[in-house]
């Protein structure tokens, strides 16, 4: 059985200078009437052809560097995101060690550290928004966090904080999700304060 192969439509040469209806013969994207008229337009052309071009080699660049990423640079990532989402959620609260507000940095400060504790590093009752003077030179000053974290959480909570966890380890895929979870909660704290 034989398909009739569909007609191509007459089109205007792209160059100016000439502006002959043709009909294309190497392909259906062909913009000009004959080589001449081609490289008459092409100095028009080859800034757009360069930007393609070394978009394409972003994106290359991009993937070649996604491929070779330890699984240390996605944790600091999606630590970063989770960190960003704590200072949004606590952002009209007060230090939650020394209880006062500032104009200083603030810091998503954990109670039970990332170091003794690497099973709660995205824990958000672990996490509250916290001065870098209490976070930094007082060591995250954990008695007064205690008492505060008491009175925001409870103590039912603190106590499971305090308790034993089960180790956890992180892989890529479940960090990548974290970093899209804590992204997308991001994005509707700042969409509900605008």
Known sequence: MRVALKETKAKKCKNPACGVSFKPS???????????????????????????????????????????????????????????????????????????????????????????????????????????????HKSGDIVNYRISLLQRIGAGNVEWLEGPHEPQRYTIESLKKIKADYRALTRELKGAAA
């Open 26 to 136: 190497f392909s259906t994207a062909q913009k000009v009437c004959s080589w001449a008229c081609g490289l008459a337009i092409a100095p028009e052309n080859q800034e757009k052809a360069r930007k393609a071009i070394a978009e394409v080699g972003r994106k290359e660049i991009r993937a070649a560097k996604e491929r070779v990423k330890p699984r240390a640079q996605y944790m600091r990532e999606a630590q970063q995101v989770f960190n960003e989402w704590i200072r949004l959620r606590d952002a009209a609260l007060p230090c939650v060690s020394c209880g006062r507000h500032h104009e200083g940095q603030y810091h998503a400060g954990h109670y039970r550290t990332v170091g003794a504790n690497p099973e709660l590093r995205f824990e958000p009752l672990n996490v509250h928004k916290q001065c870098a003077p209490c976070n930094n």
